[in-house]
């Protein structure tokens, strides 16, 4: 457990703690005096994953003394190109979990849960951009799928239980922290290849749009959702609040490669093959209408995430890390996910 305990804030157990989300929640809580409790999960074995899970769920239910607690679920093994076998193991994982979670709650026991969704995953084939809250979801891949089987899971247990959860449908996630064998973060990949000095092939047209959204500010919404959900469900009528966590600002390719070419002071090495790629559309604007006053959160310009991303990925790179220089890594756009 860490974080300066405050009898005014439950604690809050992050899920996906070692993710770039994650370890921004969890600072985010810890700075705001949240009691933080962080779990380590064998994601890679389903099993042992949902064992270690149980036990932590069950313990962690029965530690708070007015029965107030908070879940961050910033896991997510997969991206936009994961196949769908893959994906159907992670949403049964998440069911089961659920059920589990159900069984260790109490008649005292006050939920209060976030699950980290994708705005892009669930509306890329969307029609009439800017999306919002209001817009019907059409994914195109398996894993824009996935996620809203989650979010169904998660709103059917919230029924169940009276507990209150955010389905925080978060737009393109950047910022320092990003772990560059997985394939996403365009911002983060296309600084690690200007470092190297390699070409990135990109199979996506210059005009493609999408909303990036600084991890920092990302984490700080989620608290500020967490800390108000309650009243805000009560507002709403409804148990679940279907939220999109974004910038507010469509940017296209041309102009996040044009601010990473002025960060270096040369113009990236740039490949164009021609092809497309699936589940990769042009337009992914979006525009909240639910919730709009956790928006004041999204106050880090791109021009400044942008830099703190390529500082932090120059300074790993040139110490040397196994992370940023020996790790197998996505060598173009395509299979990097802009969503």
């Known amino acids: 457990m860490t974080g300066d305990p405050s009898p005014s804030r439950p604690p809050t157990l992050v899920v996906g703690g070692g993710g770039l989300l994650g370890r921004h929640v969890r600072t985010a809580l810890e700075r705001s005096g949240t009691p933080v409790r962080m779990v380590s999960v064998p994601w890679d ?37 994961t196949p769908a076998d893959e994906l159907d193991t992670e949403v049964a994982l998440f069911r089961d979990v659920l059920a589990d979670l159900r069984s260790a709650l109490r008649p005292t026991t006050r939920l209060a849960f976030f699950f980290a969704s994708s705005a892009g995953g669930v509306y890329a084939g969307s029609a009439d951009p800017p999306f919002t809250e209001l817009s019907e979801p059409r994914p195109l891949v398996a894993y824009g799928t996935a996620k809203l089987a989650m979010e169904e899971a998660l709103t059917a247990f919230c029924t169940e239980t009276g507990s209150v959860a955010l389905l925080g449908r978060i737009t393109n996630l950047y910022g320092p922290g990003q772990k560059l064998s997985k394939p996403q973060g365009l911002v983060s990949q296309l600084c690690l290849a200007q470092l190297r000095g390699t070409p990135l092939p990109v199979w996506v047209s210059f005009d493609t749009i999408r909303d990036y959204l600084y991890v920092g500010d990302c984490a700080e919404m989620i608290v500020d959702a967490l800390d108000g959900l309650h009243e805000h469900a009560r507002r709403s009528g409804s148990n679940t609040v279907v939220k999109i966590l974004a910038a507010g600002t469509g940017v296209t390719l041309s102009a996040v490669i044009g601010e990473i070419n002025r960060i270096f002071r040369r113009r990236a090495r740039l490949r164009i093959p021609g092809a497309g790629s699936p589940g990769q559309v042009r337009d992914l604007r979006v525009r909240t209408v639910v919730w709009p006053e956790l928006g004041h959160r999204a106050r880090t310009p791109f021009a400044v995430g942008v830099r703190r991303t390529a500082d932090d990925i120059a300074l790993a790179y040139a110490a040397g890390t196994s992370a940023h220089r020996h790790q197998h890594l996505p060598t173009h756009v395509s299979e990097v996910s802009i969503r």
């Open 45 to 81: 074995d389903p099993a042992a994953a949902r064992e270690v899970l149980r036990s932590e769920l069950t313990s962690f239910v029965g530690s708070s003394p007015d029965g107030r607690i908070n879940i961050a679920w910033c896991a997510g093994a997969g991206v936009v190109a």
